[in-house]
């Protein structure tokens, strides 16, 4: 999934994201807002990642998302 389709589906993603990671405030939400690399570093804040496994685990999360 690209930026754009990300972007265009981003309703539908942020209700599979909050499932997924409910920690993640609607502030946080605001700022990933269907960019995969702040996706990651949001990871990285709320849940105490290390960088590469934030982008592994967001990296997955689009390749498996059927939005």
Request: glycine share 8%; aromatic share 8%.
């Amino acid at each position: 999934m690209n930026t754009e389709q990300m972007k265009g589906n981003w309703k539908q993603l942020k209700g599979k994201i909050k499932e997924k990671w409910g920690d993640l405030t609607e502030d946080d939400l605001k700022v990933v807002e269907g960019r995969q690399d702040q996706l990651a570093g949001r990871l990285q804040e709320r849940y105490g990642l290390a960088k590469d496994k934030a982008k592994e685990e967001a990296d997955r999360f689009y390749q498996n998302c059927n939005c």
